[in-house]
T-cell receptor, first 112, second 113 residues
């Protein structure tokens, strides 16, 4: 089955700097890769996703890149702000989203 | 627009007591429904998913069960709670056809004492 590894487990950046979180997946058939942001005590919120027919996708300060050959994908947050502080999860699915396998999460702290 | 509800928001139950957590979705029909557990505030583990009324798939053997009595209602149950059942329980939904995103509810914090 699918296995997703996520790094780093914690990340501290200064406000205004960029943050990068990386994930690798094992199943070459995986074709959908979402990223979720979870604030303390709340459910995860979908912030961006990418499908295997696209190499990069951007939404304002957030971007995701996908390297199918290497089987890894990354989340890039530019101009970080204190409200970006949260736990971020990557996930991969090979069944059109019916079953997602999640990474272990990254705690992002943005210091002002 | 679609909305997903979970209740209760928090629950403290003694070991050996029963459990019933409820999840409902509004604004969509025939959703896929999921139960996840999140231990220690980190990774999400898929417990059950359902593609229709009465259709439940279990991902891991455990002390819990799930039921889907109505199209947009998903229930997580246990007859006798264990200490290890403590955690943050999340319900999610996705569309059956033509969509892949999963959307999560606000979660239920369960503490077994």
């Amino acid at each position: 089955g699918e296995n997703v590894e996520q790094h780093p487990s914690t990340l501290s950046v200064q406000e205004g700097d960029s943050a990068v979180i990386k994930c690798t997946y094992s199943d070459s058939a995986s074709n959908y890769f979402p990223w979720y942001k979870q604030e303390l005590g709340k459910g995860p919120q979908l912030i961006i996703d990418i499908r295997s027919n696209v190499g990069e996708k951007k939404d304002q300060r957030i971007a995701v890149t996908l390297n199918k050959t290497a089987k890894h994908f990354s989340l890039h947050i530019t101009e970080t702000q204190p409200e970006d502080s949260a736990v971020y999860f990557c996930a991969a699915s090979s069944e059109y989203g019916n079953k997602l396998v999640f990474g272990a999460g990254t705690i992002l702290r943005v210091k002002s | 627009s679609q909305t997903i509800h979970q209740w209760p928001a928090t629950l403290v139950q003694p070991v050996g007591s029963p459990l019933s957590l409820e999840c409902t979705v509004e604004g969509t029909s025939n959703p896929n429904l999921y139960w996840y557990r999140q231990a220690a505030g980190r990774g999400l583990q898929l417990l059950f998913y359902s593609v229709g009324i009465g259709q439940i798939s279990s991902e891991v053997p455990q002390n819990l069960s799930a039921s889907r009595p109505q199209d947009r209602q998903f229930i997580l149950s246990s007859k006798k709670l264990l200490l290890s059942d403590s955690g943050f329980y999340l319900c999610a939904w996705s569309a059956i056809i033509g969509d892949t995103e999963q959307y999560f509810g606000p979660g239920t914090r369960l503490t077994v004492t």
